[in-house]
């Protein structure tokens, strides 16, 4: 199983940018789809964008243009580039591994990390 830890979250204003990061340890990294998902208050939790083994991505719609998903093998680590940060983004952000046929995560929650965009 893998063990996943998120970090780079922040207070930003609109129209800034933030690169959260996500560590991972325990089982073959490379091997897995990761996924961001985020959590605003009230809402459910919702997919922003996934990456498979191979490099293949898929992004919510709002947020196409905007955010980037990349990974790097070697380092064990996801990472999500956001641009253009909207009050709408504000959410608790979270990776995790993930099935491709429809991103559903597949392991355990970490933390988390906040981001907050707000003037």
């Known amino acids: 199983q893998v063990q996943l830890v998120e970090s780079g979250g922040g207070l930003v204003q609109p129209g800034g940018s933030l690169r959260l990061s996500c560590a991972a340890s325990?089982?073959?990294?490379?091997?897995?789809?990761m996924g961001w998902y985020r959590q605003a208050p009230g809402k459910q939790r919702e997919l922003v964008a996934g990456?498979?083994?191979?490099?293949?991505?898929n992004y919510k719609d709002s947020v196409k243009g905007r955010f980037t998903i990349s990974r790097d093998n070697a380092k064990r680590t996801v990472y999500l580039q956001m641009n253009s940060l909207k009050p709408e983004d504000t959410a608790v952000y979270y990776c995790?591994?993930?099935?491709?046929?429809?991103?559903?995560?597949?392991?355990?929650w970490g933390q988390g990390t906040q981001v907050t965009v707000s003037s």
């Open positions: 995790n591994t993930a099935n491709p046929a429809g991103w559903r995560p597949s392991g355990s």
């Open positions: 325990g089982s073959i990294f490379s091997i897995n789809a």
């Open positions: 990456i498979t083994s191979s490099g293949n991505t």
